[in-house]
């Protein structure tokens, strides 16, 4: 998963715990949610909320990259009538099949669409020698996704698994290749106050991603002193991911809560070999997120 990447699905899943309970309670409104000690009134569970929320992320220079720094991290979820959406930086998705209540099997399909920023902006990156491998266009990857997802599998009529597969393609020039990602998410509330999740993925990309951001031409090489090496293809890298929140006003279903979550990432050979990480970088990734959001 590239840098920017792992920040929008850490803040989408830390924004999505925010409002777990706002769907996820609401499966069963004659079981009381975990910590309550009293039946919850159907009001309350309605299934429409948006949570907006912000904060900073801990993350590599760019994807490959042993440097770290911090930068802004926004987001927002939301749900309506069944329908849900999640905003996070440069990151958009809709499921376009509306969630139906009680425990039960949620197909999820929708279109997504990423602005990717890897490499746009050389001031951000330490390392000279992938500076002066140039700047790179942004990326607009636009494509689309399905899923499936179970409520009540776990800890409580509550929790949710969800299994997905997207694919996106850069229409932008940036890169002009697709990008194939299956992903599993586990999310769970623990209390009224407390919700934590846990999420996998991986990446397939294809030449011209490779070509980007882990090639160097014979120009490239003598500009930054780094040796030549074929554009990859393939599966890239994997990453697992934590994630949680609490609730410091109101509830899970009300009011400003914390959300933080970090991943480790870690890269196959064949993109681990690039000079770019392999002697300027490192083929590990780390990323650490920290917010504050609002649920109404």
Do not use: C
Request: proline letters at 5%; a neutral charge.
């Amino acid at each position: 998963m590239s840098l920017q990447r792992q920040i929008l699905s850490t803040l989408a899943a830390a924004f999505a715990l925010a409002s777990v309970t706002s769907p996820a309670f609401a499966q069963d409104t004659t079981i009381a949610p975990p910590d309550t000690g009293s039946a919850v009134a159907a009001a309350d569970f309605d299934g429409d909320s948006i949570t907006l929320g912000g904060g900073f992320a801990y993350l590599p220079d760019y994807e490959g990259s042993n440097d770290y720094r911090f930068t802004p991290a926004p987001g927002a979820i939301g749900s309506y009538r069944g329908y849900s959406f999640t905003v996070a930086g440069n990151r958009a998705s809709l499921d376009l099949i509306p969630n139906k209540p009680g425990p039960s099997w949620d197909v999820q399909a929708g279109p997504i669409a990423v602005l990717n920023l890897n490499r746009t902006n050389i001031d951000n990156i330490d390392d000279r020698r992938v500076r002066a491998l140039g700047e790179r266009d942004a990326g607009i990857e636009l494509g689309g996704y399905v899923g499936l997802g179970k409520t009540g599998v776990i800890t409580s009529p509550y929790d949710k698994l969800s299994v997905s597969l997207s694919y996106r393609y850069d229409v932008n020039g940036a890169h002009s290749s697709g990008i194939l990602q299956p992903s599993v998410t586990y999310l769970t509330p623990l209390s009224r106050k407390a919700a934590f999740g846990l999420f996998a993925s991986a990446e397939r990309v294809e030449r011209g991603y490779g070509r980007a951001y882990f090639g160097v031409d014979a120009a490239q090489s003598v500009a930054s002193g780094l040796p030549v090496y074929a554009a990859p293809r393939g599966w890239k890298n994997w990453t697992l991911g934590a994630l949680g929140t609490y609730s410091l006003t109101g509830d899970l279903l009300h009011g400003f809560k914390l959300v933080g979550g970090g991943t480790y990432g870690r890269q196959f050979d064949r993109f681990a070999s690039s000079p770019v990480v392999r002697i300027a970088g490192s083929r590990t990734q780390w990323l650490g997120v920290l917010g504050v959001a609002y649920t109404f």
